[in-house]
Structures are given as structure tokens and as C-alpha cells.
């Protein structure tokens, strides 16, 4: 018997896993019996802010994150396949089918035993896997923090609104996408110069949700609130979120000064997202401000961005590379809580965490895939003692070591994603040997 705290995406992936090699597992879970700030449903594997798991290019490290995982056999991506929505070369799920379903395929397996209750302790004794998540409940985050000796990290985290279909002005937005890749699936709403300034003015200068004055602002450069993007400098969401490159207005056939983009968030098309736009701005003004954008004038808002508190570990000074308590190793930790950043980081740990669990149980010794490849560079990174200062992280094609050969640049990224995938085989072939 193995036990899982936290039914995200990484407790998720890890329970399917573990029961895929039929080992009973209890799965614990507090919602809806206690819910978050962030979460409104109570469904298992549910996305909080954007409902893209990114692109599926090789040459991406998304990309070929997502690969591994499904040559690892992933029993979430596979679901996020099921429920995808059009999204260019990206793989968006619908916000409400995707956990559903992760909900369904828990529900179905017998060796699986779901309870919704808050585990306020640490269990003392057997297997033990924490995946409670950035929002872990204050209860779980006193006992890992008695347990570690460490000091409470966080950062602050936002999610994007989302709008209705019908409340967009479609006589003035146009369907494409940047670079004319993957499909004209986006909506874009083009903006001239003057739009987009008096957009900015108001932007960087709207009322902000408050912060209680003990804490930091600290947020995760990875998915910075539009507000604080924008107060980089008046072009930097021109070039950022608001890059119009590759975009043409159908109807004037020129470039437009500045895009927003939506993105689909479910199959029927009713939603869509505002990409890049999560911020911390108070509802009104997101309301407000954002209904300054053309095509947005009427917008109805079926979510508006919201900031919430992510708390993680100080994985590199507690962690092995099998993501087990150096101090401990019975209890292992998987998914945002270690600090590893992005829905496929996420759904990487808990798989590896899984793996790692199992191994322990059997008596065998366990190594994550080589360094060479996305998911073990992304377990090494987290579990680095050398690292002093550790901030939430995200796979880059940077924590992969060199090519030993010089190769042109444009093919760079290629032949680091062939080996990566060659590496990742020839681990699975020993694994099962």
C-alpha cells in the first residue's frame, strides 16, 4: 500500500501509475470537502490557470517534455489528448472535460482508493508521496516544515479571465495564428498604436488586489500579471504577449501595432482565454481596463485573473534525484511543490515519484532517466545541493549538458531532443531488465 496526498496533476499521474502495476493505492484529496482559493470544482487533476499544456514541437522544450512523457506511457497526456481544443502547435485541453476525465479514469481503477479529507500530518509510517501542491492547506505546510527544518518559499502565482464567445466583437477580430503555424485557432484582437497606448496608461496604473504588507511580491518570471509586465517598459507586451508578428488584419491586410490573442478553453467554443493576461488586478478594473481592448468592449467575463500564494520546498537541500527525502526516504515529494514549474513538470514528478515509490516498496535501488534527458535534468535541477538560492523552475533545453560535437545552431535543439529520446529508451530497456 502506497499513499498519495494531494489529487492534482501530479498525485494524479502518480496513483495511475503505481495501481497500473496493481499495488493498492490510497489517493487523499480535501476538496470539496475543503476547498482552495484557486480551485472551483471537485474534480481531480484541475487546471487553475491556463488550460495549455504548451507546444508539442521537438524543438520545443514543452514539446519534448511532452514526448517523453508519453513514450513513458503518461496516462495524462494521453487524457489532455482525448480533450484537446484547437490551439496551433500547442496542446490546450478543455478546462472542464480534461479533469473529468483525469476524475473518471481514478474513479474506474480498482486499486485505487479515493478519500476526500484533509491529511493534516505527515503519516510516520510507510510509503508516503506529497503532491499537495502549491496551495498545500496550513496544516500539511506546518508538518512538512517541522519535518524539513526549512523555511516556508513561496511566490505568487495568477490566472487569466476568460470571456464568452458571444460577447466578442467578431466584425472586428479576425482568426489566425502567430507566424501562420498550427491553424488559424486563436482570436485576435488587433490594436493601433493609439489603442494600445491608452490601453498601457490605464494598464500600469490600475488598483491592484492587496498583498498583506509581511509579504514579499514575489512572482515566478514564468507567468508574470500582464500589469507588472506592462510596467517594464511601454513596449515590452508588444513584444511579449501582445507581439503581432506574423499576424495580418484580414481586413486591412497590414500588421496590426499590437494583438491580443483568446485561446479556446473548451470544445464547443463558448470560452475563451486571454493569453498571457493573468493579473492581480482588483475584478473591477480588470473589467474596466480590458474591456478597453477592441473586440472587448461588451465582454462577458466567465473568470477574471486571479493572484494566489504558491508554496514550495527547498527541494536541491532535501530531495535525492528520485525525489525522496534524503532524511526520509519512505516519504517522497512530486509535482509544484518541488518547485518544478508547468503542467508537464508536474505531471514528470509525479510519474518519476511513482516510479520511485514502487522501486522503494520492491527493495530496488532507482535512478531517474540520464541527466541527457528533459524529465532526469529536470529531477537533477530540483535536487542539486549546490544550488543556495533555489527559485521555481521550468524544463529549458539549458539544463540538458552539451553536445559533444559542434553542430550549427539551427539544428541544435534537434539533436539535443533525438538524443534526449534515444537516452530515455535505452533507461526504460535497463529499467525493465
Known amino acids: ?162 470571456v464568452t464567445f458571444s460577447s466578442i466583437n467578431m466584425e472586428k477580430a479576425f482568426f489566425g495564428s502567430r507566424y501562420g503555424k498550427g491553424g488559424d485557432d486563436f482570436i485576435n484582437c488587433p490594436m493601433t498604436k493609439e489603442e494600445y497606448e491608452r490601453f498601457w496608461r490605464e494598464l500600469i496604473k490600475g488598483e491592484k488586489a492587496y498583498i498583506h504588507p509581511f509579504e514579499k511580491e514575489i512572482f515566478f518570471e514564468g507567468c508574470l500579471p500582464i500589469e507588472e509586465m506592462g510596467k517594464r517598459g511601454f513596449d515590452t507586451l508588444r513584444f511579449g504577449p501582445l507581439k503581432p508578428v506574423g499576424l495580418r488584419d484580414k481586413r486591412t491586410g497590414e500588421i496590426p501595432y499590437a494583438v491580443v490573442q483568446l485561446r479556446r478553453n473548451d470544445l464547443k467554443g463558448e470560452w475563451y482565454e486571454l493569453v498571457g493576461f493573468q493579473s492581480r488586478l482588483r475584478w473591477r478594473e480588470q473589467k474596466r481596463i480590458f474591456r478597453m481592448i477592441p473586440c472587448l468592449e461588451k465582454a462577458e467575463f466567465v473568470r477574471f485573473g486571479k493572484l494566489h500564494l504558491n508554496f514550495y520546498i527547498n527541494s536541491p537541500s532535501l530531495l535525492t534525484p528520485s525525489l525522496r527525502l534524503r532524511k526520509d526516504e519512505r516519504i517522497i515529494f512530486a509535482g509544484q511543490i518541488t518547485g518544478a514549474e508547468g503542467y508537464c513538470e508536474n505531471i514528470a514528478t509525479g510519474l518519476i515519484a511513482g516510479l520511485s515509490a514502487i522501486a522503494l516498496l520492491k527493495g530496488k535501488e532507482f535512478s531517474p532517466p540520464p541527466p541527457t534527458t528533459a524529465i532526469g535534468s529536470l529531477c537533477y535541477a530540483i535536487s542539486n545541493p549546490e544550488i543556495k538560492k533555489f527559485d521555481p523552475i521550468n524544463f529549458t533545453f539549458g539544463l540538458l549538458p552539451p553536445l559533444k560535437e559542434k553542430v550549427p545552431k539551427k539544428y541544435k535543439k534537434g539533436m539535443l531532443a533525438e538524443r534526449a529520446i534515444s537516452d530515455l529508451k535505452k533507461w526504460i530497456e535497463n529499467q525493465m531488465g
Open 1 to 162: 500500500m502506497i499513499k498519495v496526498i494531494g489529487g492534482g496533476l501530479a498525485g494524479s499521474e502518480c496513483a495511475l501509475q503505481i495501481a497500473k502495476r496493481k499495488i493498492p493505492v490510497k489517493l487523499f484529496e480535501m476538496r470539496p470537502s475543503k476547498m482552495t482559493e484557486a480551485h472551483t470544482t471537485p474534480y481531480f487533476g484541475e487546471l487553475v490557470c491556463s488550460n495549455s499544456l504548451g507546444s508539442e514541437d521537438l524543438n520545443s522544450p514543452s514539446g519534448l517534455l511532452k514526448e517523453e512523457l508519453r513514450i513513458l506511457g503518461s496516462f495524462l497526456i494521453e487524457i489532455a489528448k482525448k480533450t484537446r481544443v484547437p490551439a496551433g502547435l500547442s496542446l490546450a485541453v478543455d478546462r472542464n472535460l480534461f479533469p473529468r476525465e483525469v476524475t473518471s479514469a481514478l474513479e474506474r481503477n480498482e486499486f485505487i482508493e479515493r478519500i476526500v479529507e484533509e491529511v493534516q500530518e505527515i503519516p510516520k509510517d510507510g510509503i508516503v508521496i506529497i503532491a499537495t501542491g502549491p496551495l498545500t492547506s496550513e496544516a500539511m505546510k506546518k508538518s512538512i516544515l517541522k519535518l524539513t527544518g526549512e523555511k516556508n518559499l513561496y511566490f505568487y502565482d495568477a490566472s487569466s479571465p476568460i
